[in-house]
């Protein structure tokens, strides 16, 4: 019966070829150090559906910030577990894409025809930094403030048009309700559509190319 | 189905794939669901003798509005609640005190002296100077409160939550 409907439903989907490319494809013998992306990628699908449910309590203003972690925190059910699997899976989110990033570079993974492969992994990465960054900030305790004010100072530091620079990411002169709200915007909008858009192209290269044999001794 | 005692090594597979699916999917979906209803769950109840003041103040006979407000914490913040009670003094101590809140879905009526009649701005529903339905969608008569005087002072009982 329901192999009858899936084929029933096949026919008109076609979703089997898409499956066959996805998940049957042909890959080398390789080893641990190959899951670190799809790890990545796991991380990322957690931090969206964490930071959703964060967004239901979480309001981007310096009256509310502050409070409305601490009652995600201490008034609301499980609230120290969704925001507790947030906190721990941004750092590890870092150092997951970073050492993935480091091993498609020892593995020469990055060169032809994986060029393209790397120079999106770049932006994912510098993405991935960035979401850190404009996270950090959400909090609005003491390190958030002090954190965000360095980062924001350090461009500052470039000739000409580091204080232009500074001003663009504070909005503003100082910091204020105009800096959190546009961390907010870029951290749950700005980054996670571009961080979408570019595994979506990190993904059908790896599809459309295979993933690298492990170098012998004589490459 | 298959004759052997034993168990084919995909129907285990499937079991216990099927099985520890099951708890994974336990394990995520009571938090994500606690999460999401707690507030609901955290309905603050409480009962109070509020002051309307001097019974003195309230004319025989008119429906008087007398407002006051009460707080509650609501998540990170303290919300601030408005109430009405209409109170009409008959002659007396006889005296009736009327939730100004519409019985239909809660918006609030006024005391309208040209109609004689409680009216609904929201659906018009219009209720008398006893409280109850004269037309309109209001399934039931506005909500009286308990009252009591004590030294010429008025009270009424409020139950929230
Ligand atoms: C959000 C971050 C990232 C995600 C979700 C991601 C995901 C993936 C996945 C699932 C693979 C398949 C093979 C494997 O897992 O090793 C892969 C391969 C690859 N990634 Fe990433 N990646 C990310 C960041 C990066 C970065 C930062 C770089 C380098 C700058 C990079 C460069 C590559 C390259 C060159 C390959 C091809 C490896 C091969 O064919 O052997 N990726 N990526
Ligand atoms: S809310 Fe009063 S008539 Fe509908």
């Given at each position: 019966m329901t192999s009858k409907f899936v084929t029933w439903l096949d026919e008109r989907l076609g979703l089997q070829g898409i499956y066959d490319t996805v998940f049957d494809r042909k890959v080398p013998k390789v080893n641990w150090w190959f899951t670190l992306g799809s790890a990545s990628l796991f991380l990322f699908v957690m931090q969206v559906v964490t930071g959703i449910f964060l967004s239901v309590y979480y309001?981007?203003?310096?009256?509310h910030a502050y409070d409305s972690i601490q009652y995600i925190m201490?008034?609301?059910?499980?609230g120290w577990l969704i925001r507790g699997i947030h906190h721990w899976g941004a750092t590890l989110m870092v150092i997951f894409v970073f050492i993935h990033m480091l091993r498609t570079f020892y593995y020469a993974a990055y060169k032809f025809p994986r060029e393209l492969t790397w120079v999106t992994g770049v932006v994912l990465l510098l993405a991935t930094l960035g979401m850190g960054f404009t996270g950090y900030?959400?909090?609005?305790n003491q390190k958030a403030y002090w954190a965000t004010t360095v980062g924001t100072e350090i461009?500052?530091?470039?000739?000409?048009?580091g204080p232009f620079i500074t001003s663009i990411l504070r909005g503003g002169s100082e910091l204020s309700a105009v800096t959190l709200a546009r961390f907010y915007s870029v951290h749950i909008w700005f980054l996670p559509l571009v961080i979408l858009l570019v595994i979506g192209i990190h993904m059908y290269l790896i599809i459309r190319l295979g993933i690298s044999n492990i170098p012998g001794k004589d490459d | 189905m298959a004759e052997s005692a034993e168990v084919s090594r995909r129907d285990f597979v499937t079991v216990v794939v099927g099985a520890v699916g099951a708890v994974i999917g336990l394990c995520v979906g009571i938090p994500a669901v606690a999460y999401l209803v707690s507030p609901a769950l955290k309905v603050q109840k409480g009962e109070d003798w509020v002051s309307c003041g001097p019974l003195e103040n309230y004319p025989i006979g008119v429906p008087t509005l007398f407002t006051f407000t009460r707080t509650q914490v609501n998540g990170w913040e303290r919300t601030t609640i408005s109430y009405g009670v209409y109170i009409l003094r008959g002659e007396g101590e006889q005296i009736l005190a009327l939730?100004?809140?519409?019985?239909?879905?809660?918006c609030r009526v006024s005391w309208k002296e040209d109609a004689q009649d409680y009216v609904c701005?929201?659906?018009?529903g219009h209720f008398s100077i006893d409280g109850k339905v004269v037309s309109g969608p209001p399934p039931r008569p506005l909500d009286p409160y308990q009252t009591k005087v004590e030294n010429g002072e008025l009270f009424i009982f409020l139950q929230e939550g």
């Open positions: 309001v981007p203003s310096p009256d201490n008034g609301v059910t499980f900030l959400l909090p609005w461009p500052g530091t470039i000739p000409v048009i | 939730n100004n809140m519409c019985t239909h879905l809660s701005p929201c659906h018009d």
